[in-house]
């Protein structure tokens, strides 16, 4: 089946520098990517959709300065969180698809959990 | 705006029984309903899905869901529970634009042996 690979699977960082996740598709070509961040006990909270080639599309609420999301490639979209801050450590999760159709099959990643010091 | 309701944050069940969590969604047209999985530490795996057609949806690992749309509820059901079931399970609705899920809260499943 297909697969995404996320990495890194747990990142510590210290207050203020910047950590780069990268979400890949193993197997197949993903036009679409999605970013989630998930809180304790939380459900996921969609972050923004990402398409190849594109700017990425944010939810309400979403710094996008400080979500920094590129999908440079049909295998492969990062999301750096720059300058972090305690409140940003959470478990966050990517998900990528063929296309945006709605019958399109969401592969998720395995997640990494940030923690900020 | 569509949302997802789980009204259980956790359930126990002993190994072996059967099991049923709860799902209710709010959607101006006909949803397309999801359960996933997740393991601790892990990413979602998709149980099951509908879209159309028969309510009663089958899926992986011995799972099943039933649709109803006069109720709003996509329950998922299991009639006999095995401890690697232990996890959290989420459900979802979409489309949003661009098949975008929204997913409930989830719920704790714990299985004592």
């Known amino acids: 089946g297909a697969v995404v690979s996320q990495h890194p699977s747990r990142v510590i960082c210290k207050s203020g520098t910047s950590v780069k996740i990268e979400c890949r598709s193993l197997d197949f070509q993903a036009t679409t990517m999605f970013w989630y961040r998930q809180f304790p006990k939380k459900s996921l909270m969609l972050m923004a959709t990402?398409?190849?080639?594109?700017?990425?599309?944010?939810e309400q609420g979403v710094e996008k300065d400080k979500f920094l999301i590129n999908h440079a490639s049909l295998t492969l979209s990062t999301l750096t969180v720059t300058s972090a801050h305690p409140e940003d450590s959470s478990f966050y999760i990517c998900s990528a698809s063929e296309d945006a159709s709605y019958n399109s099959p969401l592969h998720f990643g395995n997640g990494t959990r940030l923690t900020v010091t | 705006a569509q949302s997802v309701t789980q009204p259980d944050i956790h359930i126990t069940v002993s190994e072996g029984a059967s099991l049923e969590l709860r799902c209710n969604y709010s959607y101006g047209a006909t949803p397309y309903l999801f359960w996933y999985v997740q393991s601790p530490g892990q990413g979602l795996q998709l149980l099951l899905k509908y879209f159309s057609g028969d309510t009663l949806v089958q899926g992986i690992k011995g799972f099943e869901a039933e649709f109803k749309r006069s109720q709003s509820s996509f329950n998922l059901r299991k009639p006999s529970v095995h401890w690697s079931d232990a996890a959290e399970y989420f459900c979802a609705v979409g489309p949003g634009v661009g098949n975008i899920l929204t997913f409930g809260t989830g719920t704790q499943l714990k299985v004592e042996l």
């Open positions: 990402s398409n190849e080639g594109s700017k990425a599309t944010y």
